[in-house]
């Protein structure tokens, strides 16, 4: 596994919010995030532990997404 947000330089665009909306919504329940540096780690692990009230309604997925982080070294 290879997933990167914006913190990997040049690499991607995508913030770790958005990421876990679209696990969340794709139905996941884990995600692995491996970025070239830790700056993102506090981010992605508050965004996966983020209980999304309106989404309950919507997407019908409020639930946690257990968070695997890793580096790429």
């Known amino acids: 596994m290879n997933i990167r947000t914006y913190y990997s330089i040049l690499q ?11 696990c969340k919504t794709a139905g996941y329940d884990k995600l692995l995030l491996c ?23 919507s997407s ?3 639930f946690k997404i257990k968070p695997i982080i890793g580096v790429n070294v």
């Open 35 to 57: 970025d070239d540096n830790l700056s993102g780690v506090v981010e992605f692990y508050e965004a996966c532990n983020k209980v999304d009230k309106e989404g309950e309604k």
């Open 12 to 22: 991607s665009l995508v913030s770790p919010e958005d990421m876990v909306k679209a």
């Open 60 to 62: 019908g997925h409020p």
